[in-house]
């Protein structure tokens, strides 16, 4: 009776100790930022924002393609060209969020923000 005992406190104590051993994980935020003005003309910056809080700013290019009726559809697809190297080296969207600003007239803004993570290798 008493070696069944021991064994079941061993075999607890080892899933407890296997429970607490988790991977850390990296966090980033991908910010893109798209500004439609009459006077400034068109913005488009994208954010990189690591764990660490180091951050990377670069001009992306939103400018739509073809016919203005492909617009929506060339625009995603530059979104996820753009998203697809962070997808191939490991990081998972978490989550995702838009905001759109109208200003006066035809000026707006748009603000996409994707939040990703990743095992720690």
Known sequence: MKKIFILCLALIAGLGAFAQQRN???????????FHGLQIGKMHNMIITRTDSAQ????????????????????????MTTLKPYFNKGWKLLSTSVEVSNFQGSD???TYRYYLSREQQ
């Open 24 to 34: 850390k994980a990296d966090y980033m935020s991908i910010t893109i930022y798209e």
């Open 56 to 79: 990377l700013q670069t001009d992306i290019n939103l400018k739509p393609h073809g016919k203005p009726r492909d617009y929506l559809a060339n625009h995603e697809d530059t979104i």
């Open 108 to 110: 707006f803004d748009k």
